[in-house]
């Protein structure tokens, strides 16, 4: 089973950008899908973006599209989520994740290995 790290997290005022990182480590995770799901407060955890085990297949919530951007570098055994133009409903933990497969899902019962999370707080 893979182990995920996420950091990056912050504070940044509306309209900035954040970039996370998840580092994996423990087994090869070149030939699986990768995830980054979002949890608020009282909220259900919800899917952000995915990308396939090479990362020619993204996927996006429609609240991330056309501000995250999900990239991998499997040589680094790195998976990132550039967040730009950052909403107060952004704010969440964050989570990345490992697909129990090659390409990305949105549902969270299709990963099987979970990070801890980072915190991301957008103020307006």
């Known amino acids: 089973q893979v182990q995920l790290v996420e950091s990056g997290g912050g504070q940044v005022q509306a309209g900035g950008s954040l970039r996370l990182s998840c580092a994996a480590s423990?087994?090869?995770?070149?030939?699986?899908?990768m995830g980054w799901f979002r949890q608020a407060p009282g909220k259900k955890r919800e899917f952000v973006a995915g990308i396939s085990w090479s990362g020619s297949s993204t996927l996006y919530a429609d609240s991330a599209k056309g501000r995250f951007t999900i990239s991998r570098d499997n040589a680094k055994n790195m998976v990132y989520l550039q967040m730009n133009t950052l909403k107060p409903e952004d704010t969440a933990v964050y989570y990345c994740?490992?697909?129990?497969?090659?390409?990305?899902?949105?549902?969270?019962?299709?990963?099987?290995?979970w990070g801890q999370g980072t915190q991301v707080t957008v103020s307006s």
């Open positions: 994740a490992a697909a129990l497969m090659l390409v990305a899902s949105r549902q969270a019962s299709d990963y099987g290995s």
């Open positions: 423990g087994r090869t995770f070149s030939d699986q899908g």
